[in-house]
Each structure stands twice: as structure tokens, then as C-alpha cells.
């Protein structure tokens, strides 16, 4: 086993969070054992981090490396907290070659994913979306091109089930609509029940915050108001995760060489 893959999560303080990445670990080393050396590593907040994840495999004398980011989308960690990490480690190791394989992104198996989410609470409820009204909260970035993704999403999801009206929000405070500003609108708009989808791979901070916020809002709102899970280790997240490793190790996709981003990273 020359090869050795790296599950680069986030990193978070909630438990349940951890618990979650860990299972989605779990399912990805049984897939993938048989072939590669795999191990985890965080970008801040859990241990062990990215960087001792990257030197455990060089010292067990694996040459090619393939960090494998649980991110949905492209951000600050994607174009410059993981380049940065791997050009200073390559500086003192440069006979090992790393590769950073695509944020999981708008895949059609995520888009399933979502949808797959959202009919699990019209089960909930009375399993007719024409009558409802979706909004997606996304975790929010100072990158406008990340944020576009959640708008983006909230139109594919209604393109593809009849709600009577969509809508996209985003928890932090990094950008707009909030939660709070696009939950009183839709009660302005009326009393049909609201689905809520957090556009969020675990349990954790943003999540709770979520719930939070929706269970002060159903004080003052007539209709129900379902939220969907987060996407945990749901076995299509697993076939992404999958699908980004085989088009780094057997394709031409490295975003490390895209656009010379350890160059960015470096500045």
C-alpha cells in the first residue's frame, strides 16, 4: 500500500458532530482498506490534525497521498488553509507527492441526497409538497461563488419537487439572507407548512443553532415547520466521497494544481 488517504474533516467541538464523522470514516475504510492505507486528520477545533495525518503516512513510507476533504463546497480551507498545510510539509518531504481531491460540490448523488432528505419529512407530514414551502440553509462563506451554490441548489430541489414556493438561507453571520429574516418572510407569505433542509454533512454547532432558531419561530407561526437530517453517513454521501477519490487517483483532478493554488496559499 503505497497510496494512503486522508478523510480531512472540518473539525468541530460537538460530540455528536465527531460521532458522525467517524461513521462516515468507518464506511469509507471498509470500502477502501482493501486498497489504500487510510487515516483522518482535522483543519481546526478535533485531533489529530491534517498535518499529523499527512506525516503518519509518510512515516509508514507512503510516497502518494490523496487528502480527501469532507467539504461540501469550495471555500477559505479549500483554496487556502489545506494548500498551505501541504506546501510547508512538501518543503521538508519533496520526494512525496499529495494530491487534494474535489469538495464534494452539486453532485447529482448529493442533489439526491437532498431530495432523498426532504421526502423523509413530507413522510412526516402528509407527503404532499405543492402545499409546502422548502427553504435550505447553508452554512454561509465570504466567498460569494460558495454562497451562489446554496442558491443554486434551492432552485434544482424546486425544479424538481412542486413546492409552492423556495427559498435559501444562511446561518452564519458571514452573509444574507439570515435564517431569522427568511423565516419571518415566509410567514408573511403565509401559513403553508414549512420544509427546512440544512445543507450540512454533520450534526454539530451550525445545526443546533438551526433547530434553535425554528423553535422560536414556531411560537409565533401557524403552520408546522419540519426539519430535514443533515446528510451524516448517508450511503450516497459515502458514494461521493468515493466518486471525488476515483477522479483524483485515476483522473487528471488535483486542486492542488489548479491554478497554482499552493502559490495562492503560500501568499
Known amino acids: 500500500m503505497d497510496k494512503g488517504i486522508i478523510l480531512c474533516g472540518h473539525g468541530t467541538k460537538s460530540q455528536q458532530g465527531i460521532s458522525s464523522f467517524f461513521k462516515v470514516y468507518a464506511e469509507l475504510e471498509t470500502k477502501l482498506n482493501t486498497k489504500y492505507a487510510i487515516n483522518y486528520g482535522f483543519i481546526e477545533n478535533s485531533s489529530p490534525s491534517l498535518n499529523d495525518a ?3 503516512h509518510i512515516k509508514n513510507g507512503r510516497t502518494e497521498i490523496v487528502i480527501l476533504p469532507a467539504l461540501l463546497f469550495s471555500g477559505v480551507h479549500i483554496s ?5 498545510t501541504v506546501q510547508t ?8 507527492k499529495i494530491k487534494l481531491a474535489p469538495n464534494l460540490g452539486l453532485s447529482k448523488k448529493i442533489i439526491e441526497l437532498c431530495l432523498q432528505l426532504i421526502e423523509q419529512q413530507l413522510n412526516n407530514i ?3 409538497a405543492n402545499n409546502k414551502r422548502l427553504l435550505v440553509v447553508g452554512v454561509g462563506s465570504s466567498k460569494p461563488k460558495t454562497n451562489i451554490n446554496i442558491a443554486k441548489l434551492s432552485r434544482i430541489l424546486w425544479e424538481n419537487m412542486p413546492f409552492k414556493y423556495a427559498t435559501y438561507s444562511f446561518i452564519s453571520k458571514m452573509t444574507f439572507p439570515s435564517v431569522d429574516d427568511e423565516l419571518e418572510r415566509l410567514k408573511v407569505i403565509g401559513k403553508n407548512d414549512i420544509i427546512v433542509l440544512p445543507i450540512i454533512l454533520f450534526p454539530g454547532v451550525y445545526l443546533d443553532n438551526i433547530v434553535l432558531k425554528l423553535e422560536n419561530f414556531k411560537r409565533s407561526f401557524k403552520g408546522k415547520v419540519q426539519v430535514c437530517n443533515s ?3 448517508n450511503a450516497l ?8 477519490l476515483k477522479e483524483t487517483i485515476y483522473g487528471e483532478t488535483d486542486l492542488l494544481n489548479d491554478v497554482n493554488i499552493i502559490e495562492k496559499a503560500r501568499k
Not at 487556502?80 to 498551505?84: E, T
Not at 510539509?89 to 512525496?96: D, G, I
Not at 454521501?237 to 471525488?244: N, P, Y
Request: aromatic residues 10%; hydrophobic residues 45%.
Open 89 to 96: 510539509l512538501l518543503k521538508e518531504h519533496p520526494n512525496v
Open 54 to 56: 499527512i506525516l503518519e
Open 231 to 233: 446528510f451524516d453517513n
Open 237 to 244: 454521501l459515502i458514494e461521493s466521497f468515493i466518486d471525488r
Open 80 to 84: 487556502h488553509d489545506i494548500p498551505f
Open 126 to 128: 402528509d407527503g404532499v
